[in-house]
Each structure stands twice: as C-alpha cells, then as structure tokens.
C-alpha cells in the first residue's frame, strides 16, 4: 500500500508563485492568470506563511526572488512541466509535418491531391510551406522539401526524384489556331503579328526553340515576364500567349481542352522535382510515408 503524501501547498498558490517569479511584478502576474493584482499578492503571502519562508523581496517598482524564492521556483517549475508531460500523455496531440514546395508545386499539383493524404493519414497534420527559396530544415522546422534542379542540394541531404521535368509549350485553342496563322505565314486581323510568349523564373524557351520547335524559332515574337510558373499558366489560360510549363502542372487543363500543346514537342531534360529531406529526421517513419504517398501520386 503506497504512503500518503506529504501535505502540499495549494496548487493556485503554486502557480501565482511561479507567474509571477517570470514576471516580477504582482499587476503582470495577474493578467497572465485572469485575476487581480491583489489576489496575486494574497496567494503569494499565504505561500510564504505556510511555508515559513519569504520567497519575495518587495520594491517600489519590482519584484527580487530570495534565494529561496530562487532554488523552490525552479524545482516548481519542473513539477508543472511533469503535470503537462502527464496531461499531454492522455491527450497526443496530431502529428505535424512540414512540407517546403514552390507556389507553382503546391497551386497545380500538390492541393487537387491533398484531399486523399488526409484520408489516409487522417492522424497526420500537414503544414504547407510555399516558398521558391530553399528552405532551412532546422531553423524552419521543415521535414521535408520539393525543390527543382538537379542533385545534389546541399550537405547532409538526401535527394529522391519524383517528376523529370517534361515541358510543353501551351495556350488556348484560340491561341494555337493564331499560332499555326502565323506560321503560314497569313497576317492577323485582331491582335500584333507576332508570337507572344510567356516566360518565368525558369523556363527555357531558347532550348525548347531549339530542340523542340526550330521552325517556329524564326517567327516574331514578344515576351511577358512572370516571376512564378502559376502566373504564366494562368496567363495562358487567359489567352495571353503561350506559356512553357511542366507538363504534370496542366494535365487537368490538357485533359480538360482549355489548354492545348502549340508549339512541336515535349521536351524532356537533365532536371526534374525531387523530395530533398535531412539524412536525420526527427519524425523519420511520418516522412518517410508522405514520401511513399508523394511517389504513388506522381506515378
């Protein structure tokens, strides 16, 4: 049979004690806990006089811990945090996960997916970051990153490739029938003579031309400049010009006809999106089932 335990202060007591040894001021104290100043001071006083001890050198202006004060608030600080450690036990919070992907990434093809994660992971929280800098996965707390180019991506890294980059060159039907006047050569009625094209922060138009499109590389041409892919997708979608994308970005508004291929073929390069994470986790077995969900969908 366990002993009783020794008789304990009260715990409201213990706790105007411990806000107001951080704040050193009874007024503070009271607004962190919802009462008045005065009902701060009288717990603390009744503190001190069961215990037989001052815990509190009182100022003008402030507050000074005794030394006393000093050595019981630190042991006291460390039973609240059992009593959480305790409470947090009986209630786990949600799993949390953060996920770094480019504005392009996450708008085009991460959110249409996001609904089927959830229902597999229904215990997982996801926290989406949309960024094109590269992130910070200790500073940032992020577990894990999808990042365009080609490895490696810094030390420390592990790198799995999950889209090789395939760019096709799209626009409206409307567009694409202006396209293919100009290419024969037959003015146009309702707008400038030439090819307008979308650009952004990294498409490649010269090597697409080339490789892809040689006979329309002669044609005239104009450009628009967007800094992120999604503003030169909608822009295209919007029968701005034509925009050259990666090709998993528009496959519902290919599939769909509101946006069709213009200009020669897909091109295929040396790059591609890949899931960069830490080699040392903190969360290794949730990361590395977003990964396995994450290359199921590209599949």
């Known amino acids: 049979m366990n002993a ?44 001190e006089a069961e215990l037989g001890l001052k815990l509190f050198e009182r100022h003008p202006r ?8 000093q050595r019981y608030v630190a042991n006291v600080r460390r039973a609240f945090d059992l009593l959480a450690d305790a409470t947090r036990s009986l209630r786990p919070e949600p799993l949390r996960l953060t996920v770094s992907v480019t504005p392009t990434f996450a708008s085009k093809w991460l959110m249409p997916r996001l609904a089927d994660y959830t229902r597999v992971h229904p215990n997982v929280d996801l926290r989406i ?35 090789e980059e395939c760019l096709v060159a799209v626009g409206t039907p409307a567009v694409q029938e202006r396209v293919q006047r100009l290419a024969r050569g037959k003015p146009l009625a309702d707008g400038p003579d ?3 094209l979308l650009h952004d922060s990294q498409s490649s138009w010269a090597q697409y031309l080339e490789h892809s499109a040689p006979a329309m590389a002669a044609l005239p041409s104009k450009a628009i400049w967007f800094n992120q892919t999604t ?7 919007t029968g701005q010009g034509v925009a050259l994308v ?54």
């Open 129 to 163: 970051l949309a960024t094109e800098r590269l992130s910070h996965f200790h500073t940032e707390a992020v577990d894990l990153a999808v990042r365009y180019g080609r490895p490696s991506f810094g030390p420390g890294l592990q790198a799995d490739l999950l889209l």
């Open 62 to 69: 402030t507050l000074v811990l005794t030394q006393n004060g």
């Open 231 to 237: 503003l030169a997708i909608d822009a295209a979608l």
């Open 4 to 47: 009783p335990l020794d008789p304990l202060p009260s715990l409201n007591a213990l706790r105007a004690f411990e806000v107001a040894s951080r704040h050193l001021n009874f007024r503070l104290a009271g607004l962190e806990l919802g009462v008045t100043q005065g009902a701060v001071a009288q717990q603390i006083r009744a503190l």
């Open 246 to 299: 990666q090709k998993d970005f528009v496959a519902p508004d290919l599939a769909a006809g509101r946006l069709v291929p213009v200009l020669g073929e897909a091109l295929r390069t040396d790059a591609g999106y890949y899931l960069v994470f830490p080699r040392k986790q903190r969360q290794p077995q949730a990361v590395a089932e977003l990964r396995q969900w994450l290359a199921a969908q590209a599949r």
């Open 194 to 196: 030439a090819l307008v």
